[in-house]
């Protein structure tokens, strides 16, 4: 069964009612399940619920553990680099939108050149390539010439942008792109056609599917993700698990990455529907941890530096640091950024808060050593 089948068969609203009708009864049978290793989709869904709220102290000892054990003391550094904010979509949500009368720019080779070698001084190794949909400002042919730019500087490059077809993921895998993230945005499918009203995003089954033709063609890293705010979250994390499951048992051979960016502000003043407290994320991040022991957990600076800097150790795996999110951002260029980020702290002053709770920021792609 491919997971768009899957997703067609499940009902958004259903899966919140039954995720609310979890009781504390079933959270202890999940954590009791968690500890003999034998979970099912059901007990990651208790732990999901609210009634996992009162045992949060539980699932972040059991999420710690089982982070410390899979990944041991370390948390890898990554930046983002935008190439382009021109797009063609329109997203309610996002600053970079169609609509938006702002400044728009597509980085030259000169200009990219630029951006790399500054990110590269810093010691950073895996960089995150992010454009906006515009197929002709940044056609795969510009992709692909960039990917093997950003590969003279990084060991490690991932891309973040439209989703593309197999082969055009094939030649971005040849130019020495490994990873593919591709958030799904929200899987409630009414709030996707409310807030994607223009462009190929509109097409959300093309989304969908995106990450599977992205393992089909050979990533070695594949990033899913929801956006916390656009729909009930509890929706949400069905959906996303059963994506993440799908995922790993179908592209095993890549690692599956898991995001919860939890909505900011951008330009075109949009309002967020459902606002998701900080017991809420950490216990869905916790849910994430416990029942998918191998997934990464990546964190970006949307999120505030003291619940970041608590984070560490609890759970995720991947944070970015010191980000811009706009074109040219780390050589001053004044365009404008997709969203505002929390953290606004430098990598160094990162670096030490990590070193100071014990753990090694690891700046080069380690999966690189043992794969
Ligand atoms: S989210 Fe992506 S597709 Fe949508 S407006 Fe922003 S850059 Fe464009």
């Known amino acids: 069964m491919s997971f768009l089948e899957i997703f067609q068969s499940l009902d958004f ?22 500890l003999y290793k034998r979970m099912n989709f059901e007990d990651y869904l208790a732990l999901v619920s609210p009634s996992a709220d009162m045992y949060l102290e539980e699932l972040a000892q059991l999420s710690s553990q089982i ?51 500054i990110i590269h ?79 190929v995003k509109k097409n959300m089954n093309y989304r ?21 705010g656009l729909s009930h979250p509890l929706g949400e994390m069905s959906f996303l698990g059963r994506h993440v499951q799908y995922l790993m048992k179908t592209y095993w051979r890549s690692q599956i990455l898991v995001s919860l960016p939890r909505f900011r502000p951008a330009e075109g003043n949009f309002e967020v529907n459902y606002k998701v407290s900080i017991r809420e994320f950490l216990r869905y991040i916790f849910a994430l941890r416990i029942y998918f022991r191998d997934i990464g957990v990546v964190l970006s600076t949307r999120e505030n530096p003291n619940l970041r800097d608590n984070l560490i150790g609890l759970g995720i795996t991947q944070m970015s640091a010191e980000s811009k999110t706009e074109p040219g ?43």
């Open 121 to 199: 001084s810093k010691g950073i190794e895996h960089v995150l390539l992010l454009t906006g949909e515009d197929y002709s400002k940044t056609p795969l042919k510009k992709i692909v010439e960039s990917v093997k730019i950003l590969k003279e500087y990084f060991s490690s490059v991932s891309i973040e942008i439209y989703p593309m077809n197999e082969e055009d993921y094939k030649q971005i895998i040849e130019a020495g792109a490994d990873g593919l993230t591709l958030y799904q945005e929200t899987y409630d499918t009414e709030a996707y056609r409310k807030y994607h009203i223009r462009g």
């Open 67 to 117: 982070t410390l054990e899979r990944f041991g003391k370390t948390i890898l550094l990554y930046m983002p680099l935008y190439l382009s904010n021109e797009c063609r979509s329109s997203c309610l949500y996002c600053g970079f939108s169609f609509e938006n009368k702002i400044p728009r720019k597509t980085l030259t080779e000169a200009e990219l050149i630029k951006e790399a070698e």
């Open 208 to 228: 969908l599917e995106g990450p599977d033709r992205g393992g089909k063609a050979g990533f070695r890293k594949i990033g899913v993700g929801a956006l916390l």
């Open 13 to 34: 609203k259903e899966e919140i009612l039954h995720i609310q009708q979890k009781t504390f009864r079933d959270v202890l049978k999940a954590l009791s399940n968690a």
């Open 329 to 371: 951002g780390y050589q001053g260029m004044e365009t404008l950024e997709q969203f505002e980020t929390e953290d606004k702290r430098t990598l160094a002053e990162v670096i030490k808060v990590i070193q100071k709770k014990g753990f090694e920021p690891v700046l080069k792609d380690f999966d690189k050593c043992i794969v």
